[in-house]
Nanobody, 120 residues
Framework: QVQLVESGGGLVQAGGSLRLSCAAS????????MGWYRQAPGNQRELVAE???????NYADSVKGRFTISRDNAKNTVNLLMNSLKPEDTAVYYC??????????????WGQGTQVTVSS
C-alpha cells in the first residue's frame, strides 16, 4: 500500500510564506514525476508545480517566481516553498506522484490535501 502524506498548510497573511511537504511511503519501486495541485472552492483542480526525477521543473504561470518545488529522491519527498503569498493562492493543496510499485505497474497517487488560507 502506497501513501502520500502532506504537511505544512495553514493560515498566513498576504505576503507571507509557507512550506508544504509530502512524503511517499509503502511499497515503492521508483517515483517518476511528483507535483503539487490545488483546488479552490468552485474551481477545478489545477497544476501548481511539478518536478521530474531528474529535477526538471514546471510551474503554473500564476506562481512563477514565487513558488519553488524541490524533491529528495532518497527520502521520497517533495516540497513546495511558497513565498509572497496572495489571497488567490487560498486552496486545498494536493501532493501527486507517479509511483512504480513493481516493474510492470505505475500509478498516479494523491495525498489527502492540506488547506492553505491567505488572508488579505
Amino acid at each position: 500500500q502506497v501513501q502520500l502524506v502532506e504537511s505544512g498548510g495553514g493560515l498566513v497573511q498576504a505576503g507571507g510564506s509557507l512550506r508544504l511537504s509530502c512524503a511517499a511511503s509503502g511499497r515503492i519501486f521508483s517515483i517518476n514525476d511528483m507535483g503539487w495541485y490545488r483546488q479552490a472552492p468552485g474551481n477545478q483542480r489545477e497544476l501548481v508545480a511539478e518536478i521530474t526525477s531528474g529535477g526538471s521543473t514546471n510551474y503554473a504561470d500564476s506562481v512563477k517566481g514565487r513558488f519553488t518545488i524541490s524533491r529528495d529522491n532518497a527520502k521520497n519527498t517533495v516540497n513546495l516553498l511558497m513565498n509572497s503569498l496572495k489571497p488567490e493562492d487560498t486552496a486545498v493543496y494536493y501532493c501527486n506522484a507517479q509511483i512504480r510499485t513493481n516493474i510492470l505497474l505505475t500509478r498516479n497517487y494523491w495525498g489527502q490535501g492540506t488547506q492553505v488560507t491567505v488572508s488579505s
